[in-house]
């Protein structure tokens, strides 16, 4: 099994500690306390997405594969949740707009980490190529619309 190269060591360890300093030192505030979930979310998703390109047993890469995108949903959901708090203390939605995209968010991971969005892979010229089911498009679906929405809050937030 290969290892992961210095510089993407080097930067799961500094963004972890990054992560982990926001959550211990200032959690209080909303914008640090989504900051340093998605720090940690990223870690996971990068290290996730590292040993889903390492060719091995099919089961064992289409699991990576999977969690990988599960865990993206997460990065996207928690990119625009903090789009929408910076630079409040606050998260700036409605509690009825926070649970409807958080229950989309935890709806499409679980729909992501299902074998409804990869039915299946096969291993060609040493590479995992997964096949994709009919969950791939609530996938799709989700992670666009939560970046179209951070960048759609961030832009209003620049105009005032």
């Not at 290969?2 to 209080?28: D, E, M």
């Not at 959901?77 to 910076?86: D, G, K, P, Q, V």
């Amino acid at each position: 099994m290969q290892s992961l190269p210095i510089i993407n060591v080097t930067s799961l360890i500094l963004a972890s500690i990054l992560s982990v300093f926001l959550a211990v030192t200032v959690y209080k505030n909303a914008t640090n306390k989504i900051y340093a979930l998605l720090g940690l979310t990223l870690v996971m998703w990068q290290t996730a997405n590292f040993f889903s390109l390492i060719p091995q047993d099919v089961d064992y890469g289409l699991a990576w594969v999977r969690l990988s995108i599960g865990l993206a949903v997460l990065v996207s959901y928690l990119f625009f949740m903090l789009s929408c708090t910076i630079p409040s203390r606050t998260v700036s939605l409605s509690r009825s707009a926070f649970l409807l995209y958080t229950g989309l968010a935890v709806v499409s991971c679980i729909v992501a980490l299902s074998p409804l969005t990869f039915t299946d892979a096969t291993i060609v010229d040493g590479s995992i190529t997964p096949t994709a089911g009919p969950g791939i498009a609530l996938f799709l679906s989700t992670t666009t619309g939560f970046s179209i929405g951070a960048i759609v809050s961030l832009l209003k937030k620049l105009r005032n």
